[in-house]
């Protein structure tokens, strides 16, 4: 079965930082990865998607993440941080007809 | 553009009611999904319709049963509620086309039991 692990379920920044957030997956066949966001009380939206078409991947909010085999990586990053950036963001992995989410990494932004 | 709508937003059970979880999609999606989060542990499949007409077990299906009523409602029934299924719940869907597909969520149910 495929699998995402995040590493670090609580990420700091200041605004204005980079923000990364990490991904690592395992998986026998090529994956599919998605990065979803989720605001406080709201359901999740997705960022951005990973079909390898390309392995740097743009997304949404400025968002991009970078799918790296040799590393069974597909970390998340933005230059800059914001405010609005706050929330919890989910790695997930496409199986059969199933999404596999990771744990969970909560971002916080610092003023 | 309503999307995925789910009902009730909240609720509150007592050991042992029962309840009906309600989801509806007005996107013509042919999959649904029903998923519980609790803290720590990302969203977990509960069940899931790949087609109207159909259901399939997901990774936590114990204590919980679904029905696919049409192509557009999915519903999640709590036959006896325990304190281990006191969760935040989220309905789903997709128009599956391969594994690059992405889910639709709804905004969620917390569900508290008592």
């Known amino acids: 079965a495929q699998s995402v692990t995040q590493l670090g379920s609580h990420v700091s920044v200041s605004e204005g930082a980079l923000v990364l957030l990490r991904c690592n997956y395992s998986?026998?066949?090529?994956?599919?990865l998605f990065w979803y966001v989720q605001y406080p009380n709201q359901g999740l939206q997705l960022l951005l998607k990973?079909?390898?078409?390309?392995?740097l991947v743009k997304g949404i909010n400025g968002f991009e993440a970078e799918f790296k085999k040799s590393e069974t990586s597909f970390h998340l990053t933005k230059p800059s941080a914001h405010m609005s950036d706050a929330a919890e963001y989910f790695c997930?992995?496409?199986?059969?007809?199933?999404?596999?989410f990771g744990s969970g990494t909560q971002l916080t932004v610092l003023p | 553009n309503a999307g995925v709508t789910q009902t009730p937003k909240f609720q509150v059970l007592k050991t042992g009611q029962s309840m009906t979880l309600q989801c509806a999609q007005d996107?013509?999606?042919?999959?649904m999904y029903w998923y519980r989060q609790d803290p720590g542990m990302g969203l977990r499949l509960i069940y899931y319709?790949?087609?109207?007409?159909?259901?399939d077990k997901g990774e936590v299906p114990n204590g919980y049963n679904v029905s696919r009523l049409n192509k557009r409602e999915f519903s999640l029934r709590l036959e006896s509620a325990a304190p281990s299924q006191t969760s935040v719940y989220f309905c789903?869907?997709?128009?599956?086309?391969?594994?690059?597909?992405?889910?639709?969520f709804g905004q969620g149910t917390r569900l508290t039991v008592v």
């Open positions: 789903a869907s997709s128009e599956w086309t391969g594994r690059n597909t992405e889910a639709f």
């Open positions: 998986s026998s066949v090529p994956p599919y």
């Open positions: 990973y079909t390898s078409a390309a392995t």
């Open positions: 997930a992995v496409s199986e059969l007809r199933q999404l596999t």
């Open positions: 996107m013509n999606h042919n999959s």
């Open positions: 319709s790949a087609s109207e007409g159909t259901t």
